[in-house]
Nanobody
């Protein structure tokens, strides 16, 4: 069992940066692939970024490549999402998720077993 709590959302101007953090509880955190998804009003939840259990492999949605960076620290049970050059279209509720099957390459939401409550990111133009 893994419990996830996100933090770091907020209001930022277009072009600015935010860093989201996800604190995980559970002894098996280091064996899970971790990801960030997002959901804007009226839209489906979409994949943003994922990292393998060992941090050796990452994948990103095309829309965020080169701007967002996912990282994890298994010793601290934390996974972060550094978001730079934010655009109005990045505005959404961002969710942290964990996959017991270790799916990290371009996953769908159904590849993930555990979810946080979400944190709002608002980007003003």
């Amino acid at each position: 069992q893994v419990q996830l709590v996100e933090s770091g959302g907020g209001l930022v101007q277009a072009g600015g940066s935010l860093r989201l953090s996800c604190a995980a509880s559970g002894r098996t955190f280091s064996t899970y692939a971790m990801a960030w998804f997002r959901q804007a009003p009226g839209k489906e939840r979409e994949f943003v970024a994922a990292v393998s259990w060992s941090s050796g492999k990452t994948s990103y949605a095309d829309s965020v490549k080169g701007r967002f960076t996912i990282s994890r620290d298994n010793a601290k049970n934390v996974v972060d999402l550094q978001m730079n050059s934010l655009k109005p279209e990045d505005e959404a509720v961002y969710y942290c998720a964990a996959s017991s099957r270790g799916v990290w390459y371009n996953p769908g939401q159904y590849d993930y077993d555990y979810w946080g409550q979400g944190t709002q990111v608002t980007v003003s133009s």
